[in-house]
């Protein structure tokens, strides 16, 4: 049933959802010691695809359609792989906390993608909100942990590149998909559409795909793929059906802030002051972003 406000009960479950989606980034870095990354990518869409494609039969809901918006389909699914290339490739060389900062910039990516080519308003609120982004971008860079070098200045650039591919994603969504297609299906073709994207990615890009595979390795794997890719995912397509999006979406600043913290605590990453900085201007300009008054 249809709720008008964000209830305890949908915030828990939001708080569970972004602390989920915080440890993902430690887990990919921990699968990336089993598998080349964009072969674990392969992988991951692989797995949760299968699970969708259940969920999918089980709801009697077509698996793809048949007209103009299996190639909007197909778009979506480029981008979607093209995201986690970048992402997966980038945890190789920086870390996990930075990656989750970095790659949590789509908000912005999307609001700026909104205004350019949906038409939507930037008001005072969402500048404000693209100005501490902007000046939080600025404070992780400067914020250097003593592992330095320039293999990480290139996965961080390999991050900022997988949280635009996810903003495009998205805006390609809300402007050809959105309210033409059941949830689900903007779920499948994300994940189905991506797995021949990754597999010729990782066909050309790494000699060796399966690397020093370890149960920890395999765990983050099933993490990744199961919790995340799907279960966390469909949880989350439950609550837009329940409560107002802007609810929630206002609450999604919580997810960096987990992901430095489980950086810290899983991998022992060093949290400079730059970075907890950059955190917090970041998860800010989130929070404006996303904000809507009541009316």
Same mark, same amino acid.
């Given at each position: 049933?249809?709720?008008?406000?964000l209830?305890?009960q949908?915030?828990? &479950?939001l @708080?569970v %959802?972004?602390? %989920?989606w915080? @440890?993902n980034?430690?887990? &990919?870095?921990?699968a990336?010691?089993g598998?080349a990354?964009?072969?674990n990518?392969f992988?991951r +869409?692989?797995?949760? *695809?299968?699970f /969708?494609?259940a969920?999918?039969? +089980?709801i009697?809901?077509?698996?793809?359609?048949r007209?103009?918006?299996?190639?909007h389909?197909?778009m979506v /699914?480029?981008?979607?792989?093209?995201e986690f290339?970048?992402l997966? &490739?980038g945890?190789?060389?920086?870390? *996990?906390a930075?990656?989750g $900062?970095?790659i949590n910039?789509?908000?912005?990516v999307?609001? $700026? /993608?909104a205004y350019?080519?949906?038409?939507e308003?930037?008001?005072?609120? #969402? $500048?404000?909100g693209?100005v501490?982004a902007?000046t939080?971008l600025y *404070?992780v860079?400067q914020? #250097?942990?003593?592992? !330095?070098n320039t +293999?990480m200045?290139?996965g961080?650039?390999?991050e900022l590149?997988?949280a635009?591919? !996810?903003?495009?994603?998205?805006?390609? &969504?809300?402007?050809f998909l959105a309210d033409?297609?059941?949830?689900i299906?903007?779920?499948?073709?994300q994940?189905v559409?991506s797995?021949p994207v990754?597999?010729?990615c990782?066909f050309?890009l790494?000699?060796? !795909?399966?690397?020093?595979? *370890?149960?920890?390795?395999?765990?983050?794997?099933l993490?990744?793929?199961?919790? $995340?890719a799907f279960?966390?995912?469909?949880? !989350?397509? #439950?609550?837009?059906?329940?409560?107002?999006?802007s609810?929630l979406?206002?609450?999604?600043?919580?997810?960096?802030?987990?992901?430095v913290?489980c950086?810290a605590i899983?991998?022992g990453e060093?949290?400079?002051?730059g970075l907890?900085? /950059?955190?917090?201007l970041?998860?800010?300009g989130?929070?404006?972003?996303?904000?809507r008054?009541?009316n």
């Open positions: 049933m249809a709720k008008d406000h209830d305890l949908g915030f828990l &479950i @708080l %959802l972004t602390m %989920l915080g @440890l980034y430690t887990a &990919i870095k921990i990336n010691t598998f990354p964009v072969f990518a992988l +869409s692989s797995i949760a *695809s299968a /969708g494609v969920y999918c039969l +089980s009697k809901q077509p698996l793809f359609h007209d103009i918006r299996f190639f389909g197909c /699914g480029l981008l979607f792989g093209l290339v970048c997966y &490739i945890l190789l060389y920086t870390d *996990s930075r990656a $900062i970095l910039f789509s908000p912005f999307v609001a $700026i /993608g350019l080519f949906l038409k308003k930037l008001g005072i609120t #969402k $500048i404000a693209l501490l902007f939080g *404070s860079f914020g #250097k942990p003593m592992t !330095w +293999s200045l290139f961080d650039i390999l590149g997988a635009v591919m !996810w903003g495009a994603t998205t805006v390609y &969504i809300k402007k033409r297609v059941h949830p299906h903007t779920f499948l073709y994940l559409l797995i990754l597999f010729i990782a050309f790494e000699q060796k !795909w399966v690397l020093d595979v *370890s149960s920890s390795a395999v765990l983050a794997l993490y990744s793929s199961i919790v $995340i279960a966390s995912y469909f949880v !989350w397509f #439950k609550l837009i059906h329940t409560y107002p999006v609810e979406a206002v609450f999604t600043f919580l997810t960096p802030v987990f992901g913290v950086g899983f991998l060093q949290v400079t002051t907890i900085i /950059g955190l917090l970041v998860s800010g989130i929070y404006l972003t996303n904000y008054k009541k």
